[in-house]
């Protein structure tokens, strides 16, 4: 009988083994060898039209990377693009959700309609958005004349400082579904009991948001908020296809810069230290999030 479950024993720890194997490869060779690998170029004179020339050469990239004036734009590009994108798509997310969480007639076909945009591409986000802001035939120029704010077209896109700012505006658009949808569930698990608690000791409405709901959901507000905030800097494609990063690399966000040495430059080195940079601040600022928000302390999922 023991040598049974002996057996047994083994052949599921073998069973799971096997299990395990195709996902740790899957994971090693698409995300752990390229991260590496770019890690090393990133010290490395890597110029894709010129690979005969592959040398090691220190912090030269890192040094040449700081020292482009379009750099230090492009840092400040990035944290506008973060800060104002999260600031709108989690409070315009949070106020849907609240809308969401009470059931009315057709709200089943309101929440589709709310959550649509979340499952289209950002690349196409970017096409749609382009069209909009087109400085011709665009919609938002039609729209802003025929209510006579403005007298004749805005280059949007071909402004420096408005490319950014209509950027943003499509990208709040898009990141507005995700903290619809998590905030909702979150809101759906809080217990009945609590506000029927705070009913009886006459709780105003006020009280039981902040005193209620916000301490229940925190660690899904902390959590989807800090997901949400690498993945605007980890989005080039969006700004990819509605501007390319211009005009004249005014709208450059860190991770479009990256690209932009890549597809123009081609010089791989270089766009390897600035993934360097981005995982560095990735890095560091979750660390730093989550323990200025004490997120061990707020509660387990």
Same mark, same amino acid.
């Given at each position: 009988?023991?040598? /049974? ?17 195709? #996902? ?13 690998? =770019? &890690?090393?170029?990133?010290? @490395?004179?890597? @110029?894709?039209?010129?690979?005969? $020339? ?32 999260? +600031? ?16 009315? $007639? #057709?709200?089943?076909?309101? @929440? ?39 007298? /004749? ?25 995700? +903290?619809?949808?998590?905030? /909702? ?16 000791? =006459? ?39 509605? /501007? ?21 430059? @081609?010089?791989? #080195? ?15 600022? &979750? ?15």
């Amino acid at each position: 009988m023991e040598k /049974t479950n002996k057996r047994v024993r083994i052949s599921t720890k073998r069973f799971i083994i096997c299990m395990l194997i195709p #996902g740790i490869l899957f994971i090693a060779i698409f995300t752990y060898y390229p991260m590496i690998k =770019g &890690t090393v170029m990133a010290f @490395q004179s890597y @110029q894709l039209w010129d690979i005969s $020339k592959i040398e090691f050469i220190g912090f030269e990239n890192f040094k040449t990377v700081f020292k482009d004036p379009y750099f230090k734009d492009t840092i400040l590009n990035t944290i506008i693009w973060i800060v104002v994108s999260l +600031f709108f798509q989690f409070n315009l997310g949070f106020a849907l959700a609240l809308l969401l969480k009470k059931k009315f $007639k #057709g709200s089943g076909i309101y @929440q589709g309609l709310i959550f649509f945009p979340w499952a289209i591409s950002g690349f196409m986000i970017g096409l749609i958005w382009r069209w909009l802001f087109n400085g011709q035939i665009g919609v938002v120029n039609d729209i802003l004349m025929r209510i006579g704010i403005i007298t /004749t077209p805005i280059g949007f896109l071909s402004t420096p400082g408005l490319s950014l700012a209509s950027a943003i505006v499509a990208n709040i658009w898009y990141g507005i579904p995700f +903290f619809a949808i998590m905030i /909702t569930a979150a809101l759906e698990s809080v217990p009945l009991d609590l506000y029927e608690a705070a009913d009886i000791d =006459g709780a105003s409405s006020f009280y039981k948001f902040f005193k209620v709901t916000i301490p229940y959901i925190k660690p899904v507000l902390i959590l989807t908020t800090l997901l949400r905030a690498i993945w605007i800097l980890n989005f080039p494609d969006l700004i990819y296809s509605l /501007t390319n990063g211009g005009p004249a690399g005014s709208s450059h966000i860190l991770t479009t810069y990256m690209l932009s040495l890549l597809m123009f430059d @081609q010089d791989y #080195g270089k766009a390897s230290a600035v993934g360097v940079i981005i995982m560095a601040v990735l890095i560091s600022f &979750t660390i730093f999030y989550m323990y200025i928000t004490k997120f061990e302390e707020s509660g387990d999922f």
